[in-house]
């Protein structure tokens, strides 16, 4: 069946070359840019996957050694060793696929640079997963529009069609009809960042969090920290010249220069995108069925300057805008901080680094719902996450039938059950069990990925961390699936906090998918990029007292003006009143 696929493919191709000629009778040679996109097209997409011989549910090993090149985001708090090729996740991979995967590691700070240079030369590796936004490399044609190829993927077809997430894979195609990222998706939306608050110290200034935080905006937060580090001024923690907040993954290490995940979380509580989401600036008005810049709002303006509040009234520490992350963590390590953002898998970790710097028993915490802003919104609603571009060189390198063959292997190592469970959690019987249908880590292991810290700390045991021993629990590979999967490790702890921010908090409504051409893609990031350089370095200076939001707030809005915002939003309506 697969030979007759291909000989068809090759006929209609060959029909298609033929019919591809210029008025004078010479036949027009396709762009290199375009050789994927047009062979593509020949792939019939109602062609039935059982008919090529694997379905869902089958197990994915190629009967020859095969390799395939692949990129690395390399955590520093986690680092890739040899190990885990050797005994760890990528032996797994191979033993149980016959696949080995030629990685290729990067730092995870300058991943996103590292692999644009990578694209641009040429070189890319055939798989690249951690990928967050395409939309450069779209019409450069280096990528592979991979929707027109989903339908060799069983696995991953049959978690769209399950859970219907075409209207969420609708927001991320293109005006050609494809989308080029394989994304990681999730049942329903996940908020994996949020706060960790030192409830001790909270308690004994009178602050009782779990009771405010259902209906807790950021004012009130503020007014509540304020009471905190009079407290811990009191009991000599710390001075009232010092900071009781001074955050991470909002540097120039993990936060690129826009605030990151702290501006994230908090402005779309404003209803704007900031931080990590600044690309988004561009936001969609429902009701008025139009798009607009969050970012020069009234809402943007109350956003920075209750930021601002934080830093102005000796809370949060402006350096949290600039330093590592290690320095941020290890200051809450040391309890000269009362708050900081946390995320699912590092929970445990934080735990760890409290028992070693405050102590085993001197601390208690809490995993606070994010506070409101002017709407009940948490700061997730899409269902999709990072996710896997495919290389034009796969193609290119492997051909037609090797290629698909590629591509159901990555089908199943990032879209199937098995795949999942052992990325995840290893190998069942060595490092987890499974007790009455509940997964648990083995005697001797523990995993901060997963948000389990060492039972043991204190004893001098053997016990290790399956993330730094094998590479289980990474973030290469996302945790979105099935609810159930996904939130298969939670502690009791964590589970509380997810039924309580879904409890407490609303979901924002998608921005429609913007069907735009690649001439006008290009025009868009020529414009959007120095726009976004633009806010982010105003909405840092805001927030950081370095400019004054009423003084110099005219001139904001006049440099946004120059940065040919209003020219972007009109293309942005243009496009979507086509």
């Known amino acids: 069946m697969k030979k007759k696929l291909l000989s068809t493919m090759l006929t209609v191709s060959m029909v298609a070359s033929l019919a591809a000629c210029t008025t004078d009778g010479k036949v027009e040679e396709p762009a290199p840019s375009q050789k994927v996109i047009d062979d593509n097209k020949v ?21 020859e050694p095969v390799t395939y090149s692949m990129s690395f985001s390399d955590a520093s708090w986690y680092p890739m060793t040899d190990q885990w090729k050797t005994d760890g996740v990528f032996a797994q991979i191979k033993e149980r696929t016959n696949v080995t995967l030629d990685l290729t590691s990067i730092d995870s700070g300058d991943y996103n640079d590292k692999i644009a240079l990578s694209i641009n030369a040429g070189d ?17 044609g280096a990528i592979v529009p991979v929707s027109k190829w989903t339908q060799f993927m069983p696995n991953y077809t049959k978690f769209v069609e399950d859970y ?16 080029y990222r394989l994304p990681g998706m999730h049942e329903s939306p996940n908020q994996d960042y949020f706060f960790i608050v030192r409830k001790d110290l909270f308690d004994g200034a009178g602050v009782d969090v779990a009771a405010l935080e259902k209906d807790m905006t950021y004012d009130d937060l503020y007014d509540a920290l304020v009471k905190v580090k009079a407290y811990m001024v009191s009991e000599g923690i710390c001075k009232e010249s010092d900071y009781i907040w001074s955050d991470l993954w909002c540097g120039q290490e993990s936060g690129q220069g826009s605030g990151g995940n702290l501006l ?18 561009i936001q969609y008005d429902h009701t008025k069925d139009e798009w607009y810049l969050s970012s020069t709002t009234d809402d943007y303006k109350e956003f920075v300057t209750v930021a601002n509040k934080f830093v102005k009234g000796g809370i949060l520490d402006p350096e949290t805008f600039t330093q590592d992350d290690s320095v941020a963590t290890n200051k809450f390590y040391r309890g000269e901080t009362a708050i900081m953002s946390v995320n699912r898998g590092q929970v445990a970790a934080f735990k760890a680094g409290l028992a070693e710097g405050v102590g085993a028993g001197n601390y208690e915490t809490y995993l606070m719902v994010t506070p409101k802003g002017v709407n009940n919104y948490m700061a997730e609603n899409s269902r999709l996450e990072n996710g896997v571009m495919i290389s034009k060189n796969a193609y290119d390198d492997l051909g037609e ?21 052992l990325i995840k959690w290893g190998v069942e019987g060595e490092t987890y069990n499974v007790v009455d249908g509940q997964k648990v880590l083995a005697d001797g292991w523990y995993c901060s990925g997963l948000g389990y810290s060492d039972p043991t700390p204190d004893d001098d045991s053997d016990n290790k961390d399956m993330r730094l021993e094998y590479g289980y629990a990474g973030g290469n590979f996302w945790y979105a699936h099935r609810v159930d999967q996904r939130d298969d490790n939670l502690t009791p702890e964590l589970q509380d906090f997810s039924k309580r921010i879904s409890e407490y908090r609303d979901i924002r409504p998608l921005n429609p998918p913007l069907a735009s051409t690649a001439d006008e893609n290009e025009q868009i990031n020529l ?52």
């Not at 059982?50 to 089958?58: A, P, Q, R, V």
């Not at 908090?266 to 995108?273: H, Q, T």
């Open 43 to 63: 792939v019939d997409p109602a062609e039935p996957v059982e008919d090529l011989g694997y379905t869902f549910g089958e197990h994915f090993y190629s009967d």
């Open 124 to 140: 890319a590796p055939y798989i690249i997963p951690k990928t967050y936004d395409e939309s450069r490399f779209v019409d450069g």
């Open 164 to 179: 219907n997430m075409q209207p969420d894979l609708d927001t991320i195609t293109r005006n050609d009809g494809n989308y």
């Open 264 to 281: 994230k979380i908090m402005g779309f509580s404003y209803n704007v995108a900031s931080g990590w989401a600044v690309a988004d600036c």
């Open 401 to 421: 039938e090797d290629f698909i063959k590629m591509l159901r292997f990555v089908d199943w190592l990032f879209y199937s059950d098995e795949a999942y469970d």
């Open 527 to 578: 414009w959007k990029t120095p726009l976004v350089d633009n806010i982010n370095t105003w909405t840092l200076n805001f927030v950081t007292g370095k400019k004054d939001i009423q003084a110099d707030w005219d001139a904001y809005i006049k440099s946004c003006e120059d940065a040919n915002a209003g020219k972007l939003v009109d293309l942005y309506n243009e496009i979507n009143k086509r």
